[in-house]
Structure formats: structure tokens, C-alpha cells
């Protein structure tokens, strides 16, 4: 099956920095992005979509100039946590859209824990 | 508001016994509906999936059932093995696939050895 990677898998970082999460597709190409984010016990939150290419698309509440999202490449979707907080650690997961016949697949990657001190 | 629900957090059974995980969805427009499994600090795997068209999937030892009537769909698991132990998240998606997916909060099975 299709293989997403996300790296870091574990950041800490101090209040007020940034920090940058990378997903990748390994072997196949995905146009299409998702970002996640799940608090302890709680569901998966979609945050946004990213489409190689152009803007992210932002779910209601997301603030996308908090949340930077970069789809440069095919192979590539890069999200930054710009200018963090303590609320803002959480597990964020990107995911992969697959199209399969002619169904849609969504390949996740393992998650990055990211705590903000 | 949560489109999706899992209303049990939790679920210990036997190994070699049927696991039974529950899922009630508020959206009639949902048409696919998916199971992932998902370990501590890893991102959820594919399990199984339906589509509103049928009422029931099958793969081995996961079966999914799907009611639309009553907007609830269950996977069964049998027999549950240890390995089996996880959280399991159902979502679902208005869009004829893996696609714009709403999750529930998921339900952490424990397979008892």
C-alpha cells in the first residue's frame, strides 16, 4: 500500500517559535493533502486540505495564518505552527488522498507530537 | 457539533471472542463509511469500509453492518486476538470515498488473553 512519512515524529518547542512538520508521500503522488489534529481522547479534527499548487482550504476555526500550509510538490506538504502556544500541542497527522477505482483513499501518516512549553 | 459518534470509549473482550464497536452518524448525505485502527502515536490504518449501498462488508475477520435507517453502523470483529488491541475510529464521508471524512472519537478495544 501507499506509504506517508512525517517527520518530526516528536518536536518540543518553546512558546512563541515556530515550528515546521513535514508529510510525504513516498511512492506514489498525491495532489491532495489532509492535515489532522487530535487531542488526547478525542477524534481526528480536519484542519485543512492541501492541494499541490494552490492555497490550502481551511476548516471553520482554523486560523490559516497560524497554521501555514505549503503543497510545493507532488510528494510534499509541509505545515507550520507560527508563533506556538501551550494549546496549540496535539498530535497532528497529515494524510495522503489516493484515487482507486475510482474511490477515494486516504493513506495516513504516523503523527507528530508536538508539545509546546 | 460531531456528525460522527462512538458512544463507547472503551471495550474489553475475551480473545476468541466477537468484539461488537458501534458507531451512530447524524448526516444522511454520509455514502461511505470507513473503519481505521489506530495505535498509540501512529496515524489510523485502513481496516474496512461500505458504501451506502450495501449493508454489510466482509474481510476475513472484520465484518462491517451498515443501517441506514437508523443511521448506525457496527464492526464485528471474530474472533478477536490480542493483537486486535487498539483504538478504533469509524468516519465518514459525503463524497463517494475516503474523502472530506468526519470521525468519531473511537473506541479503545482491549482483546483479554
Known amino acids: 500500500g501507499a506509504v506517508v512519512s512525517q517527520h518530526p515524529s516528536r518536536v518540543i518547542c518553546k512558546s512563541g517559535t515556530s515550528v515546521k512538520i513535514e508529510c510525504r508521500s513516498l511512492?506514489?503522488?498525491?495532489?491532495?493533502m489532509f492535515w489532522y489534529r487530535q487531542f488526547p481522547k478525542q477524534s481526528l479534527m480536519l484542519m485543512a486540505t492541501?492541494?499541490?499548487?494552490?492555497?490550502?482550504?481551511?476548516e471553520q476555526g482554523v486560523e490559516k495564518d497560524k497554521f501555514l500550509i505549503n503543497h510545493a510538490s507532488l510528494t510534499l506538504s509541509t505545515l507550520t505552527v507560527t508563533s506556538a502556544h501551550p494549546e496549540d500541542s496535539s498530535f497532528y497527522i497529515c494524510s495522503a488522498l489516493v484515487t482507486s477505482g475510482g474511490f477515494y483513499e486516504q493513506y495516513f501518516g504516523p503523527g507528530t507530537r508536538l508539545t509546546v512549553t | 457539533d460531531q456528525q460522527v459518534k462512538q458512544n463507547s470509549p472503551s471495550l474489553s473482550v475475551q480473545e476468541g471472542r466477537i468484539s461488537i464497536l458501534n458507531c451512530d452518524y447524524t448526516?444522511?448525505?454520509?455514502?461511505?463509511f470507513l473503519w481505521y485502527k489506530k495505535y498509540p502515536a501512529e496515524g489510523p490504518t485502513f481496516l474496512i469500509s461500505?458504501?451506502?449501498?450495501?449493508d454489510k462488508n466482509e474481510d476475513g475477520r472484520f465484518t462491517v453492518f451498515l443501517n441506514k435507517s437508523a443511521k448506525h453502523l457496527s464492526l464485528h470483529i471474530v474472533p478477536s486476538q490480542p493483537g486486535d488491541s487498539a483504538v478504533y475510529f469509524c468516519a465518514a464521508s459525503a463524497q463517494g470515498g475516503a474523502n472530506n471524512l468526519f470521525f468519531g472519537t473511537g473506541t479503545r478495544l482491549t482483546v483479554i488473553p
Open positions: 511512492d506514489f503522488q498525491a495532489t491532495t
Open positions: 448526516n444522511s448525505m454520509f455514502d461511505y
Open positions: 492541501s492541494n499541490e499548487g494552490s492555497k490550502a482550504t481551511y
Open positions: 461500505i458504501s451506502s449501498i450495501k
